[in-house]
């Protein structure tokens, strides 16, 4: 990874956890604060009921908090959403938005991402945007194209001025022990990297390029060695804080 970009590695704990899961966090944050300082910005990104719980342990330890997802209104009558502004009320300092789950489950297109973006920006977040192909669209040899899509329509323009992350999480990969090969995380991240250079410039030569699709502690010095991948973001992972904490130390 590029010396002058501090690498993030951001846990998605998903649709898991209760209270119980805490545990797991007050181990990790012990260990962040009784070893060396990590070398990275570490994230963790609960289900909405756990943020204000987990900020009280993660604050102290200088691990930041996220949320899974954000309306683009900033409030008014969608009941079950949760607006960025309410995430940042309860601790989170960064939002994750068009997760390909959220994109299957959801229908969520690259305008909404793009939207939902804009929101988190406004409400002083920081957007990790992720983009990848299923394994369809891959196997058809259309990854370049699909990512390249996504990346246009779902960064807002903002990323100019503002701090912003992407996440590359090949679909296929998701959850299935599957990993790409080296050569072909290190051919996708460059031409991310050079998209965004194109699109904006030298702004566009310091935006995170995470990598997420089964990041593990047994892969993780590997992929977070190659060109352009500036982290992670962490699925399941994430959830224990051994496996995470290996992670981190491995960027």
């Not at 920006?121 to 945007?129: R, S, V």
């Not at 992350?165 to 995380?185: F, K, N, Q």
Request: proline share 6%; hydrophobic share 45%; charged share 15%.
């Amino acid at each position: 990874m590029p010396q002058n970009i501090t690498p993030l590695i951001a846990g998605n704990w998903k649709m898991n956890g209760l209270r119980a899961a805490l545990s797991e966090v007050e181990t990790l944050a012990s260990r962040l604060t009784a070893g060396p300082a990590p070398r990275c910005t570490v994230a963790i990104c609960p289900p909405a009921t756990l943020l204000g719980p987990m900020n009280r342990i993660t604050a102290p330890a200088g691990i930041v908090l996220g949320g899974q997802d954000c309306h683009p209104a900033p409030s008014g009558a969608h009941t079950g959403d949760i607006s960025a502004a309410m995430l940042a009320d309860a601790g989170a300092q960064m939002v994750i938005v068009g997760h390909s789950e959220r994109r299957a489950d959801h229908g969520e297109t690259d305008e909404l991402v793009r939207a939902k973006a804009i929101a988190g920006l406004a409400a002083g977040l920081t957007p990790i945007i992720c983009i990848g192909e299923t394994r369809a669209e891959r196997e058809a040899g259309a990854a370049d194209a699909v990512c390249a899509r996504q990346l246009l329509g779902s960064v807002p323009d903002q990323a100019a001025d503002e701090d912003v992350v992407v996440a590359y999480e090949p679909v296929w990969a998701i959850g299935t022990g599957l990993t790409p090969t080296a050569a072909d995380i290190a051919a996708m991240h460059n031409s991310l990297r050079q998209q965004l250079i194109s699109r904006f410039g030298g702004r566009g030569a310091a935006i995170r390029i995470l990598y997420g699709g089964s990041l593990k502690p047994a892969n993780a010095r590997e992929i977070l060695a190659i060109a352009h991948v500036n982290g992670g973001l962490v699925g399941g992972a994430s959830l224990l804080a051994d496996d995470f904490a290996a992670i981190i130390s491995a960027a």
